[in-house]
């Protein structure tokens, strides 16, 4: 995969969740629903909830510098800061307010919308700046407060979402850590999972209509998204693999984008991976969207568990519908 001689590795991770927890148990308080259902359907327990003072901006801002202190780098290096998210604090986006916030004066920051796929999106589209001598030291940030979206009377999609903030830092480096991927996505299933818009017509002078309306909360087809999920995931696996001329067996660690319990169980199986191998911490946050693979990755660095040259096999899935898979090594 090495272009123009400019090789890619992962030095510092960070992660941030708010500090209120709300258990299954509590949730039955909202909906009719119990932890007997929610933790045998999904394999969830509990979920971190951002309280009405807590911004995206914050919690990304706090990961971010856990990830800059890791790679032993000073906000100064950073070229490119990319904040995957569906939940800005600001549509026009909130990466920049991030920059202030650190002061990485030098760098350049966007937004970039692909939902539960943001982060892997994310990995890719940092990979390609620094593989073409454009940057040397990206910082890509995945955060959600999807609470904020949630329909808390829908038992079918309150029980499973949660807030968080993940972070790493990518590096121009000699030996390439950033081994394949691949990306994908299908508008057709659109409909599937949906934050959208909706229009209220007001007529601003007489003829002329526009559009003044708000966003809806979060609507799902839980079964289809499961049945794509777990199509879908170890097809990109596979792809992503193979450009990486590797098999399923060479993979240290399968790092899924944390929705459910099932479809961590079933993709692994799919794939011939063992448990062991299958890094899940989704009892505890639930699904954080764009946040769930960098809060992951960051805990089982900080465990010890992924140690430096353990090949890693991360996929996200989600709205749009979108999905994908990299492959990397991490450190440097
Ligand atoms: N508590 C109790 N009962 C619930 C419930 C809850 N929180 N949510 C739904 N139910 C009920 C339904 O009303 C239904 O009752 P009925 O049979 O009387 O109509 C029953 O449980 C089964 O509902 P169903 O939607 O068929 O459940 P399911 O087995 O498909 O599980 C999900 C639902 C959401 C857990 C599952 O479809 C799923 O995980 N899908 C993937 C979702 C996902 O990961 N989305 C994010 C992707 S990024």
């Known amino acids: 995969m090495q272009q123009l001689g400019i090789g890619i590795a992962f030095t510092g991770s960070g992660s941030c969740t708010p500090s209120f927890s709300l258990s299954n148990q509590m949730l039955s308080q909202v909906v009719e629903t119990s932890d007997e259902w929610i933790s045998s359907r999904t394999g969830i327990r509990e979920r971190r909830l951002a309280d009405a003072d807590t911004s995206l901006c914050a919690i990304a801002t706090e990961a971010s510098k856990q990830a800059i202190a890791m790679a032993q780098i000073a906000p100064t290096d950073i070229d490119l800061i990319i904040l995957a998210t569906s939940s800005a604090d600001d549509l026009f986006g909130t990466a920049s307010q991030i920059q202030t916030q650190l002061g990485a004066t030098k760098a350049v920051a966007f937004d970039l919308t692909a939902a539960c796929s943001g982060f892997v999106f994310g990995l ?113 696996i596979e792809k992503a693999l193979y450009r990486s001329n590797m098999t399923p067996a060479e993979i240290d660690w399968l790092l899924l984008h944390q929705a459910n319990q099932r479809i961590l169980n079933a993709v692994a199986q799919r794939l011939n991976i063992p448990d062991e191998k299958v890094i899940s911490n989704l009892a505890n946050y639930g ?46």
Request: hydrophobic residues 45%.
């Open 124 to 236: 890719v589209t940092a990979a390609q700046f620094i593989r073409t001598g454009v940057y040397q030291n990206v910082l890509l940030i995945g955060a959600d407060i999807l609470s904020r979206w949630v329909n808390w009377s829908d038992r079918g999609t309150c029980v499973l979402f949660g807030d968080g903030a993940g972070a790493v830092i990518m590096q121009a480096n000699p030996c390439d850590r950033f081994l394949g991927f691949e990306i994908r996505s299908d508008g057709t299933q659109n409909a599937c999972l949906n934050l959208a818009y909706r229009p209220q017509p007001k007529e601003l002078i007489t003829g002329v209509t526009i559009s003044q309306g708000a966003y809806q909360t979060i609507t799902m087809n839980g079964q289809e998204v499961y049945r794509f999920a777990v199509k879908k995931v170890p097809e990109v």
């Open 287 to 332: 699904n954080t969207s764009a946040a769930s693979i960098p809060l992951a990755l960051d805990e089982a660095v900080r465990q010890n568990q992924i140690k430096i040259g353990d090949k890693i096999a991360v996929a996200g899935f989600g709205a749009g519908l979108t999905w994908g898979a990299a492959i990397f090594q991490w450190g440097r």
